[in-house]
């Protein structure tokens, strides 16, 4: 089974910075590997597929790089609205998806 | 426009079978490349893919979860049904089910979900 190690397991930063999620991979994921944002109460949302492509009305601000097993969602200028829970998911394995196992954003 | 919708029962004896169903919209199990999922979610904890049908009747479960998990699919109710056996405390949870699309960039992720059914297993 693939494990999907995410970093930090909470990021604190204040509205306006920059944040810097890390996902990595016990092996490699080729660039089979998506971003999703949850906030309570709710379905995780697809932000970012295939490591570096923004799902349909994801704003500019989200991106994604790397490739292999080192993976990196980048937010810039934080908004209000994007404090929440950031999980990565491969599908490399395919069917036997694994999920990282979360990175909590939060409001310095 | 793709809509799911998870239904069963919100508390569940330790021990007992839970049977949950997912009801769907906006497309049909019977064609090639549709494939469905089930993806749980304890408590303030991560999210943990379960099992997969695709159109063709295939079925894939988690390693860890293979022995009680069943899978099936009513393609004429357009329904797909899990079922988990010996239930436990630690498999309180919400339950979620999402479509797959296989052949397709983004829908070979997790693109649509259902909002999610809370199991509690708890005496």
């Known amino acids: 089974e693939i494990v999907l190690t995410q970093s930090p397991a909470t990021l604190s930063l204040s509205p306006g910075e920059r944040a810097t999620l890390s996902c990595r991979a016990s092996?490699?994921?080729?660039?089979?590997l998506a971003w999703y944002q949850q906030k309570p109460g709710q379905p995780p949302r697809l932000l970012i597929y295939?490591?570096?492509n923004r799902a349909s009305g994801i704003p500019a601000r989200f991106s994604g790089s790397g490739s292999g097993t080192d993976f990196t969602l980048t937010i810039n200028s934080l908004d209000p609205e994007d404090f929440a829970i950031y999980y990565c998911?491969?599908?490399?394995?395919?069917?036997?998806?694994?999920f990282g196992q979360g990175t909590k954003l939060e409001i310095k | 426009q793709v809509t799911l919708r998870e239904s069963g029962p919100a508390l569940v004896k330790p021990t007992h079978t839970l049977t949950l169903t997912c009801t769907f919209s906006g497309f049909s199990l019977s064609t090639g490349g549709v494939c469905m999922t089930w993806i749980r979610q304890p408590p303030g904890k991560a999210l943990e893919w379960l099992a997969l049908i695709d159109w063709d009747d295939d079925k894939y479960y988690s390693t860890s979860l293979k022995t009680r998990l069943t899978i099936s699919k009513d393609t004429s109710k357009s329904q797909v049904v899990l079922t988990m056996t010996s239930m436990d405390p630690v498999d309180t949870a919400t339950y979620y089910c999402?479509?797959?699309?296989?052949?397709?960039?983004?829908?070979?992720?997790?693109?649509?979900w259902g909002q999610g059914t809370l199991v509690t297993v708890s005496s």
């Open positions: 092996q490699s994921v080729s660039n089979y």
């Open positions: 998911l491969q599908r490399s394995d395919w069917p036997r998806y694994t």
């Open positions: 295939d490591a570096s």
């Open positions: 999402a479509r797959i699309l296989r052949d397709d960039s983004i829908d070979n992720y997790f693109n649509y």
